[in-house]
């Protein structure tokens, strides 16, 4: 009796188990089987190959070398070539360029297509004339969601009407390293709204379905840990516990895989003394079977051979190919030559690397390139031309850098200024485009100017569009490092026939290592060009156009208004001019602290004692004390907050919790303005964070209107990272806050954490 149970048991799994396979087995899966199954393992090693341009193309930007390009495609048979070999190309050059690739594909006894990938961070960087937008940290200043996908879905429709349906993007590191060159790429120190932007970006790329036209595969980057680098320079080791890297790092990625991200890159540094690219707790344990990530897992620049070069943990290339195939590696972005093909191989016929997992890696690369209809149709499609360069992108590219700009400073109500106003522009970025636009802008450093679209505009001609030549002086030059734009003298001489001096420092692009820096402190011909500007007595409205904050905690006393423009794209002259002189209000909200000097870089979601500084048997609290906080941006009207109310005042288990506030527009203009939640858990086992933004919205209020806004949250929202690596929320005593007020309540767990 006990044998037969045991068989119909048995049987039953068996029929279920098939049934299930049967069923799973998508068209998709049936092609990529089918097709696997005919692959030789020199067909599939090279599915796994990615090489740049410059390894099939010709000194001249845009020329493929037909011997070289057979000799990648036909010989070597990679998958993938990315990038370009020195600047951004026009969108007919890139239709050549992809058909030649296609061409040769389509000579290969299995015609498997290439797919091409290119980093196009805030707009399609790689193409002529394409439309740039804010840099995340801008994105994140607006904390405009929409606004950040529709910005999003044209950077996707002018990648693809260039002919290339793979974005390197978008960056999911968080940026609460301010030293590091990449933080401009990031949406600044807050996981909620890295996680929340960078899953609505992803959905922006994607939710078109990747057939379509309209949409890429994205790509999230860096995996995992790649910003917080000890000293802040680019690639250099992290140490990194658990439990900070589950609480500060992993979200977004989290999200990003919910959101549906088709391909991962992965962090070109080592996490405790493990790169990345070899670990795989990260790779396999951590970021497929735990968060369920079913796409392309790529390498960054040259990381495998890094592993033994560089890291030294493999003592041989063969064995740092071995070791990051194992770990999970599914593509390696090699890419200036077909060393990790070789090496693949070889290491496949000494059995150290196991058939299986290059089946597992190729697969997954074929999925994505049916998902993408590269399997019916690998060439340009010529349809897609038509979302190339619509004049509305350029009205979406002015509204996205003027929600971005972030007033910080209005003394007195200095600004806006009057139309009829004489000002001098000053400072290194008044007459330069790369110090507005940063990195990815139309070459990886975004610093040659010549690339840019004609119409582009600076600081000092939008100023002087609006005020008229009459009445605008400068004494910069063209370019960022003019010497003439640090002469304070002439400065001097210059400021004594103007009502105010606009004074436009920061940071000329960078990208990656070349930005690395020692200490944010601000250059010192800038400060010395500010303390000449306020000495001069007239009204200095400081400009900042930087990538990450550099400290101007010496001149900030002597500035009457300062405006955060970051680099915020095409439009961000246009943007800045709006804003000084009252065209536009501004409404963008700092993602991140501004600090005051390098020995005080706290996060807004500081600790207890992060916050509380122990002086004798005083307890003060300034431990907290940057120049400007999370969260802070001002307007030209102002908001009043009251009637904080809450649904329940006992939450229980997985109820909901319904927070309503009202916001009046007290002053005489419209304006709009983003409401922002923060709770803190009261005591917890782990030290809780004072606070910690949980929700936001953004309404748009007339004067003197008011507004009641509504959030809902659940005990998902107020979680954090135990002892034990779970993610829970404790029975106990909370706050919620909004714009100065707050109201407590109580969670009880009822069991069901
Ligand atoms: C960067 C990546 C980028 C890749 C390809 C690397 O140096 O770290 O973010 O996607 O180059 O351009």
């Known amino acids: 009796m006990k044998s037969l149970l045991f068989l119909t048991f048995a049987m039953a799994i068996c029929t279920a188990t098939h049934a299930q396979t049967k069923k799973n087995v998508s068209p998709t899966d049936k092609k990529v089987n089918e097709l696997l199954a005919k692959m030789t393992l020199e067909e599939k090693v090279g599915q796994m190959t990615q090489v740049t341009l410059g390894v099939v193309g010709t000194k001249t930007d845009g020329e493929l070398d037909p011997v070289a390009l057979k000799k990648a495609v036909a010989d070597y048979k990679v998958g993938s070539i990315l990038n370009v070999t020195n600047h951004a190309l026009t969108v007919q050059q890139w239709h050549q360029l992809l058909t030649k690739i296609a061409d040769e594909a389509k000579n290969t006894r299995l015609k498997i297509p290439v797919i091409y990938g290119l980093d196009g961070i805030h707009g399609q960087t790689y193409t002529l004339e394409s439309t740039l937008f804010p840099q995340n940290i801008a994105m994140a200043a607006s904390r405009n969601m929409e606004l950040a996908k529709a910005v999003t879905k044209v950077a996707a429709k002018e990648l693809r009407a260039s002919g290339v349906r793979w974005n390197f993007a978008p960056v999911l590191d968080i940026g609460r390293q301010p030293l590091w060159s990449r933080f401009p790429e990031t949406y600044g120190e807050d996981v909620f709204m890295g996680k929340t932007m960078g899953a609505a970006v992803i959905k922006a790329y994607e939710e078109d379905g990747l057939q379509n036209t309209t949409a890429v595969a994205s790509c999230m980057k860096h995996y995992l840990g790649y910003s917080a680098s000890r000293t802040g320079k680019d690639r250099t080791p992290i140490y990194l516990p658990d439990i900070e890297m589950r609480e500060y790092y992993l979200p977004q990625f989290r999200e990003a895989v919910k959101a549906g991200a088709s391909t991962l890159m992965v962090n070109s540094s080592e996490i405790n003394g493990v790169p990345v690219h070899a670990s795989k707790y990260l790779l396999t344990d951590l970021l497929r079977k735990e968060l369920g990530f079913e796409g392309v897992i790529v390498t960054d620049w040259e990381d495998i051979k890094r592993v033994h070069e560089r890291h030294n943990v493999a003592a041989t290339p063969r064995e740092a190919v071995a070791i990051c195939v194992n770990a999970g590696i599914d593509m390696s972005m090699v890419p200036t030559d077909f060393s990790f093909y070789d090496l693949l191989i070889e290491a496949v016929k000494r059995k150290e690397v196991p058939m299986s997992r290059i089946d597992d890696a190729v697969k997954r690369i074929l999925v994505l390139k049916f998902k993408l209809g590269l399997f019916d149709n690998p060439y340009p499609e010529k349809e897609a031309v038509a979302n190339f360069g619509k004049p509305e992108y350029q009205s979406l590219a002015l509204e996205a850098a003027s929600e971005a700009m972030t007033l910080l400073k209005n003394e007195n109500n200095v600004l806006p200024l009057s139309k009829n106003a004489k000002v001098l522009v000053a400072g290194p970025a008044a007459q330069s485009l790369s110090a507005l636009n940063g990195c990815w802008s139309y070459t990886w450093q975004g610093k040659e100017e010549q690339w840019y679209p004609a ?53 000329n692009a960078y990208a990656e290592s070349p930005g690395n820096i020692a200490d944010l402190a601000l250059d010192e011909n800038q400060v010395a060009l500010a303390k000449a500007a306020a000495a001069t007595g007239k009204p200095v409205i400081l400009v900042l156009t930087e990538g990450r904050p550099r400290f101007i905690t010496g001149i900030e006393p002597s500035m009457k208004g300062i405006l955060m423009a970051y680099w915020s794209g095409k439009k961000t002259g246009e943007a800045i001019a709006d804003v000084l002189f009252g065209d536009y209000n501004p409404n963008g909200k700092l993602p991140f602290s501004y600090p005051r000097s390098m020995g005080e870089v706290v996060m807004y979601d500081r600790k207890p004692t992060e916050e509380t500084r122990e002086i004798f048997n005083d307890d003060v609290h300034t431990g907290y004390n940057p120049l400007f906080a999370f969260g802070h941006g001002l307007s030209y009207t102002s908001f009043e907050y009251s009637d904080i109310k809450l649904s329940t005042l006992q939450l229980k288990g997985n109820e909901n919790l319904t927070i309503t506030v009202k916001i009046k527009n007290t002053g005489a203009r419209d304006g709009r303005h983003t409401v922002e939640l923060y709770s803190r858990d009261m005591y917890a086992s782990i030290t809780p964070s004072i606070k910690r933004l949980r929700a936001f919205q953004k309404i748009d209020l007339k004067a003197g209107e008011t507004k009641t806004v509504a959030f809902r949250i659940n005990k998902n929202d107020l979680a954090f990272v135990n002892a034990q690596l779970k993610t829970v929320t404790e029975t106990g005593d909370f706050k919620v806050m909004i714009g100065g007020l707050s109201a407590a309540f109580k969670y009880t767990s009822q069991g069901v954490n």
């Not at 003298?489 to 606009?502: E, G, P, S």
């Open 455 to 507: 119409d582009s505009k600076t600081i000092l001609q939008t100023i002087t569009a609006k005020l008229g030549a009459a009445n605008v002086l400068t004494t910069t030059g063209k370019g960022f490092d003019s010497p003439m734009n640090y002469d304070a003298a002439v400065l001097t001489a210059a400021a004594a026939n103007v009502d105010a001096i606009i004074l436009c420092l920061g940071e």
